[in-house]
């Protein structure tokens, strides 16, 4: 396949959210809330010419056994402003931030997108989240949460609404607007003409079927989990055929999940190194964090360094507030995790290090560009997101050594070429997909 064949990765960084992923304490770490360590990110990103930098948003602090969580750091600030100050910053990269349809306003979202895609000159995006559970919820004025059979309906709702005020401008200005829906019933009048871009850029992060539908429909970008290419295949597949049964074109969703790089001068020195980077994501502390969510119960008389504790007879206490459940069927899962530590003489940091730590690429800066270019051609994602263990030099390496590599098998760009994210990331005219026809009346 020629260079000029080649389809092209995006490429996307981040300053992770909450997780154990990454390594806070480690020396050179920067901080969840100083400026420079988001403009560090970004401007090396933009450096290494990647589509975008995408910020999470977490709306509660995770709580373990009814304390905050040994990871997790209080005082994030809110991401659209962070994104607005790193417009400033950058010239071309494109700026996404998760933002959830249950704990927002349509209006209110709609004009800070709008006015992010101005300050910006075209470059931002949205990805749409669906927070549900009671515990985020006790934060806001309804003090509750949707049930898991509305939350995707009231996000579907939220994004028709968004769009029809993105679109609410004539030539000649402002156009009055009436929605009549659901969840929403608004009239008024839109105060931010459109943006460079016309709208800005969806993302979505649902897996489950009713997430994918909802992707297929909604969104331009699916930010998957799905980052180890058999896995990363099999989804892609799903969802484009899902959106070919709904009447629209595959090749306008693209797939982009987040992943680990590690490099090394050698292979066998990548892969130490990958090892070194889980212990350090898993401190001893959280090993028995992490196995207590599985387990249900108590283990901090446990040594993490000693040997697994047998698995509760019975289903166990949701321990973790605020995170969704890391197995589906915990109590499956302990039988499953204790029966591979007793095959491998595993401890429980050990253990814990098998089943929660991933680095789907490991190897040289040539083995690393070979698979990210393998998984680009055999659609096992159209990009990736990358964030380093270390934040926030943790793309630099893979800026230095694996992105002129990238640039010279023809798969990934030496120059912006629009000046929009919708254009960086090849997207077609919003207008130009299909989908059902918004709920609106021209008021009088």
């Not at 009055?176 to 979505?204: I, S």
């Amino acid at each position: 396949m020629t260079a000029q064949n080649k389809r092209r990765l995006r490429l996307a960084a981040g300053v992770p959210g909450v997780n154990h992923w990454t390594v806070w304490g480690a020396p050179g770490a920067g901080s969840q809330i100083d400026f420079s360590t988001f403009e560090h990110v970004a401007r090396t990103a933009e450096r290494g010419f990647f589509d975008y930098f995408f910020l999470a948003e977490g709306l509660r602090v995770r709580e373990h056994k009814g304390r905050i969580h040994e990871l997790d750091v209080a005082g994030r600030p809110d991401n659209l402003s962070v994104l607005a100050a790193v417009a400033a910053v950058t010239e071309h990269i494109g700026l996404v931030g998760t933002a959830s349809a249950t704990y927002n306003e349509p209006y209110d979202l709609a004009r800070k997108l709008a006015s992010l895609d101005h300050l910006s000159g075209g470059r931002a995006g949205w990805n749409v989240v669906t927070s549900s559970d009671a515990f985020t919820g006790a934060n806001f004025r309804r003090g509750g949460y949707l049930a898991y059979e509305d939350r995707y309906r009231r996000a579907e709702e939220f994004v028709e609404l968004s769009r029809l005020l993105w679109d609410s401008w004539s030539a000649d200005g402002p156009e009055p607007y009436r929605f009549a829906g659901e969840f929403f019933d608004t009239h008024g009048w839109f105060p931010v003409e459109p943006g460079p871009q016309g709208r800005p850029v969806l993302v979505q992060a649902g897996d489950s079927p009713a997430g994918r539908d909802f992707a297929v429909r909604t969104a331009d970008v699916i930010f998957s989990r799905h980052g180890e290419p058999t896995a990363g295949r099999a989804f892609r597949s799903d969802v484009r055929s899902r959106a070919l049964a709904a009447g629209r074109d595959p090749d306008s969703l693209l797939v982009i999940p987040a992943v680990s790089v590690v490099l090394g001068d050698t292979e066998a020195e990548a892969v130490e190194r990958a090892r070194e980077i889980s212990f350090q994501q898993v401190t001893p502390q959280t090993a028995i964090h992490l196995l207590e969510q599985v387990w249900g119960e108590d283990l901090s008389a446990h040594d993490p360094e000693g040997p697994v504790p047998a698995p509760p007879a019975a289903a166990g206490e949701q321990l973790t507030q605020g995170q969704a459940r890391r197995v589906d069927d915990p109590l499956a899962a302990a039988r499953e995790w204790h029966a591979l530590a007793q095959e491998h003489g595993w401890s429980i940091r050990e253990l814990v290090v098998s089943q929660t730590t991933r680095h789907e690429f490991i190897g040289t800066p040539d083995s690393i560009a070979a698979q990210l270019d393998d998984a680009a051609q055999t659609g096992a994602a159209d990009g990736y997101v990358l964030s380093g263990s270390v934040v926030p030099h943790g793309i630099d390496e893979f800026v230095d050594r694996v992105v002129p590599l990238l640039q010279e098998r023809g798969v990934l760009r030496t120059e912006y070429e629009h000046p929009t994210l919708r254009g960086t990331l090849g997207l077609s005219d919003p207008d130009e997909r299909t989908g059902a026809a918004p709920r609106v009346e021209v008021a009088s």
